[in-house]
């Protein structure tokens, strides 16, 4: 997600009691403070016959299925009506003191074991679907796509678009180093090792590049790092391996070469967070911080991430991307 990851000083407040009777929830606080910045806006309800939220509801919910939402997903938004619209104006706005408040709350819970209550629930689930939104937004639609999946709950593995990683300058680095090293195999051997899979965990050293912001990296055991100025692919994958499963073939139509080799290339991860323990056992609380209009920001503790999953609002997954390529050695006998 568009966030830096750093560690969080201070500690969190306390769950915030049960409203007296009379009072207002902390989602109707919310909601009247969205009213009010909306009608400081020169959005009036009378002036929109008072329909305005059920327009601004259904706009958010036809934008949310436009982005993907699945079966899944949109079964587990039923509950997030009181939530839907309040949550994007805040993020709008920057005016998110309420929503990080809540989000400190939910956090101590979570640390503490407590189980979230059913608003709990429906508000961070619609909070990190609109955090998703925002990704694609902002020009990160991979991320975007797995924060909204994440939450969805289905825990179906996600095929996302391969243009992430094949206009990644430590992935076309890296595939034409395995490519060196499949071109060295047919030539000694005239067979591709492996029976033809060959990852980069399996042929390519560590390797520092003199520019980390915009080459990456190949670092231990053959894993790229993302270079760390292409956010779309930072966000949706910082370090990952690449796969290629290769076979050749002979030329069939008159314009292509005698042979040839066909290429699948493939990298496959799991969309997961770093819970509480993790962290601790190296004495970390990682937060990823969220810029936000007026030079806002919201602050989401990675252990609460994580901890919605035994909360029952999000599903670890499996997440994938493939493309293929047709190529012929240069020197190739």
Sequence with gaps: MPAQSQ??????PGHEPEPQAGAPSASGRSNQDALARLDGAGVSEEENGGSWLDSLESFGRSLLEGLGIGEDEAAAAEDDHD????????????????????????????????????????????L???IGVGGYAKGLPEAGELMIHYVGGSG??????????????????????????????????GAIRNGGAVASTDVLAPTRLGDQEHEGEI??????LAEQGNRRLKYANNRFRLQS????????????????????????????FESYAEQAATGRHDVSVIPLPEGASLSLPDGLSAALVDQGVAAEFAYFAEWTERWTPADWK
Excluded: C, N
């Excluded at 560690?7 to 969190?12: E, H, P, V, Y």
């Excluded at 005698?258 to 699948?264: I, Q």
């Design 7 to 12: 560690s969080k000083a201070g500690t969190l």
């Design 83 to 126: 939530h839907l619209w309040s949550i994007p104006v805040a993020l709008a706005t920057g005016d998110v003191g309420w929503i990080q408040e809540r989000v400190d709350a939910l956090d101590a819970l979570a640390q503490a074991g407590k189980a979230f209550s059913e608003d709990d629930k429906a508000f961070v689930r619609s």
């Design 128 to 130: 990190y679907r609109w």
């Design 156 to 189: 179906k593995p996600l095929e996302i678009d391969s243009e992430v990683y094949e206009e990644s300058a430590i992935v076309r680095r890296a595939m034409a180093a395995i490519k060196e090293v499949i071109a060295e195999d047919l030539r000694q051997t």
């Design 219 to 224: 670092i231990a055991g053959g894993y790229l």
């Design 245 to 272: 499963f290769s076979e050749v073939d002979e030329g069939f139509w008159f314009w292509e070469p005698d042979r040839f080799v066909e290429t699948r290339w493939r990298v496959d991860d799991v969309w997961d």
